[in-house]
């Protein structure tokens, strides 16, 4: 834990040096390259993101309401490692736009707990991974985080409240304290006492980002600070799924399931204790840097100057300090219960207890060079680097540590052409010595802007080959039964990629070859397939203009394996939405509509609660009707409200109408009944 202290003090002494430099700055005279203009600037000149001038804009900014008595706002972000800037959504016909939880997931029966796509996706992540997963979808990222650039003090709140009490809270406020530099703060609380026993979850996620560029911009920085925590119970299934059909309180609360003592729970929207489930935790901070070698020039109007550099030559330098823990326990553990249902004999060292844990530190530095050829577009760069990877790993329940490392090379080339017809991304990451020695992954695309008729097309292709999951090591404490044998996993992925806005028409193609793929076949066992196997995914997305008011959205995607590899997925899934919308009273916007999701008959993954797995079965065959939720979505200025009923489907005609005819994801789990959902999104500008 004394590293820990000593990365969260680390963290916020940047944070802190960072914010002394930016207030003791003197205001900059000239406008910053990466701020956007403002409205109301006396100038009809400004720079772009590259530090190219350009004239003003005469549309509107990012946000369409205005406080008439205010000066308006200019807001943009870009993601992490990304050149490329966007402007916030406001739009309201799609609830899982803003959900964490993308609508291609399903769960074990309630929001918080264990979730897999439906669509065929492995991890191609190389290098060290415990391997643990199912709680991603929720998770802040370093992939995910923004940095923002804005005029104003901005900030949203969030407020969702579901059946059960069941609710989400999240907030995040961001501001430039001086042109160059921008500070924000994210945080995002989830928690649902589920409807079964044993199934409350919560989630904590916490994220502080800073970015600073220096006046002559040849220093710039960027800091990011993540916390995410799942807590997730774990019930291990229904001990017997049919007695769904005669509940005598019509409350599927009143079922025992596999795991958690019988009778002792109780539902309360305040617990977030878990005394059976998983526990994991995550911290990492990132302080990215460089200085850059080039050109200083200005231009020189009748009201201002505006200074430009052109980067030519950069040191970069990334440290990343990381903590994890992974865990599950159950206090109250039912020895009879672990051998009817799950075949494994707990060990008798553990008494009623059956509790194990990884716990891990690193420390990461990365040196890059990088160039760019052309002074004109900095998004054309060339990046060849090497990192150092420390990590530190302790082990229950032995509390024996032990200590590793990985030296890799990196490369990078991309080219994002000044009229934004071409962008070339290339890059390779190839690891030397060390844990993971041999991991490499290569990936490189090509986008073409076709034409505004046209649309644009998108093609590329992905090759990793992966270490197996730190858990399935002979040093993990986690009760893999087989950890001996496996080999590297090679995925090539090739995708292709059709977006016609003009038409509404997005097409999306993914081919997968897989070679010595890695699964769970069982709660406690793992294997390896040895034979080639490919995987093809076909998707399209399209919006119907019905009439004036009436839209409908539809979403179709087809996956189909060759071979007899140990992967079931559905044929078909798809969404669709039948969508009344438009603009009333000036500042009113309406969508509502209903929402049909679907997804053929196929052999679902089941689950392990112990490793924290979906694994492969080919006995049991998932057979659902179709989801259905109405949905009301409203915006009036800043202020945006849904308002969902979801599982219409469970709808039983037989039984006096009730909301019983419950859908499966995973043997034994049943999806909630007919479950309502309430929420607001406000965003703010002081």
Avoid: C
Avoid at 53 to 73: G, N, T, V, Y
Avoid at 153 to 162: A, F, K
Avoid at 323 to 346: Q, R
Avoid at 367 to 388: H, M, V
């Amino acid at each position: 834990m004394q590293l820990k202290r000593i990365f969260y003090f680390f963290g916020f002494f940047i944070l802190s040096l960072i914010l002394v430099v930016s207030v003791s700055a003197q205001t900059p005279t000239s406008i910053n390259s990466n701020l956007l203009t403002r409205s109301g600037s006396s100038t009809g000149m400004t720079v772009d993101d590259r530090g190219r001038p350009i004239k003003k804009e005469s549309k509107s900014d990012s946000l369409q309401h205005r406080d008439a008595f205010a000066d308006s706002i200019t807001i943009y972000y870009r993601y992490f490692d990304s050149t490329r800037n966007r402007i916030i959504d406001s739009s309201i016909t799609d609830f899982y736009a803003r959900n964490p939880l993308a609508a291609n997931y399903h769960t074990l029966g309630n929001y918080g707990s264990a979730a897999q796509s439906y669509l065929f996706s492995p991890n191609q992540k190389i290098g060290f991974d415990e391997g643990l997963h199912q709680y991603d979808a929720y998770k802040f990222t370093l992939e995910n985080t923004k940095f923002y650039q804005t005029t104003r003090p901005y900030s949203e709140l969030v407020y969702l409240l579901g059946s059960k009490a069941e609710q989400l809270i999240s907030v995040l406020l961001t501001q430039n304290k001086k042109s160059n530099f921008n500070y924000a703060f994210e945080y995002r609380f989830s928690n649902t006492p589920g409807f079964l026993k044993t199934q409350n979850s919560s989630h904590n996620n916490f994220r502080i980002t800073t970015h600073y560029q220096s006046k002559n911009k040849k220093y710039e920085s960027f800091f990011i600070y993540l916390s995410n925590k799942a807590a997730s119970s774990e019930n291990g299934g229904l001990q017997n799924a049919k007695k769904l059909d005669s509940l005598s309180l019509n409350d599927p609360f009143e079922l025992e399931t596999r795991l958690g003592r019988a009778g002792s729970m109780s539902r309360n929207p305040f617990n977030t204790a878990i005394n059976t489930g998983n526990t994991y935790k995550e911290t990492t901070v990132l302080y990215k840097h460089h200085f850059d070698f080039g050109k200083l020039d200005s231009l020189v109007t009748d009201s201002i100057t505006i200074k430009i550099f052109y980067p030519r030559f950069r040191l970069e330098h990334t440290l990343k300090l990381g903590s994890s823990s992974y865990g599950f326990s159950d206090i109250s553990a039912d020895s009879t219960n672990y051998v009817k249902y799950f075949n494994y004999k707990l060990p008798k060292a553990f008494g009623d207890t059956f509790q194990y844990k990884d716990a891990w530190t690193e420390i990461n530095n990365e040196f890059s060079i990088i160039t760019f050829p052309d002074k004109n577009n900095q998004s054309q760069f060339l990046k060849a680097g090497i990192a150092l990877q420390n990590l530190s790993g302790l082990f229950d329940p032995l509390s024996t540590q032990h200590s590793f490392y990985n030296i890799y090379g990196l490369g990078e080339y991309r080219n994002r052409s000044r009229n934004q017809k071409w962008d070339i991304e290339a890059n390779g990451q190839l690891y030397l010595n060390g844990l993971n020695a041999g991991d490499y992954s290569a990936y490189i695309s090509m986008k073409s802007l076709l034409g505004k008729q046209i649309g644009s097309l998108n093609i590329g292709a992905q090759n990793t080959n992966k270490s197996p999951a730190f858990m399935l090591n002979t040093l993990s404490s986690y009760p893999v039964k087989n950890k001996i044998g496996f080999k590297k996993e090679n995925i090539f992925r090739f995708f292709l990629q059709y977006d016609n806005p003009k038409i509404g028409w997005k097409l999306n193609a993914e081919y997968f070859v897989v070679n010595n793929y890695v699964y769970f076949d069982s709660f406690f066992t793992a294997r390896q397939e040895a034979s080639l196997f490919n995987v093809l995914h076909i998707s399209a997305e399209k919006k119907l203009a019905v009439s004036r008011h009436w839209n409908f959205y539809t979403e179709i995607h087809m996956q189909q394996t060759t071979g007899d590899p140990p992967v079931n997925l559905p044929f078909l899934y798809t969404r669709n939405r039948i969508a009344f919308e438009g603009n009333f009273f000036t500042n009113l916007f309406i969508s509502t509509g209903l929402e049909l999701r679907y997804q053929t008959p196929y052999k679902a993954d089941g689950y392990s609660p112990f490793l924290g797995q979906f694994y492969y079965q080919n006995t049991q065959t998932i057979n659902n009707r179709p989801d259905i939720s109405a949905y009301l979505n409203f915006r009036i200025k800043s202020f945006k409200a849904f308002l969902r009923v979801e599982n219409l489907n469970t709808i039983n005609p037989s039984d006096g109408f009730k909301f019983n005819h419950h859908n499966f994801s995973v043997e034994q789990y049943p999806n909630p009944g007919m479950w309502v959902r309430f929420g607001v999104w406000w965003n703010f500008v002081n």
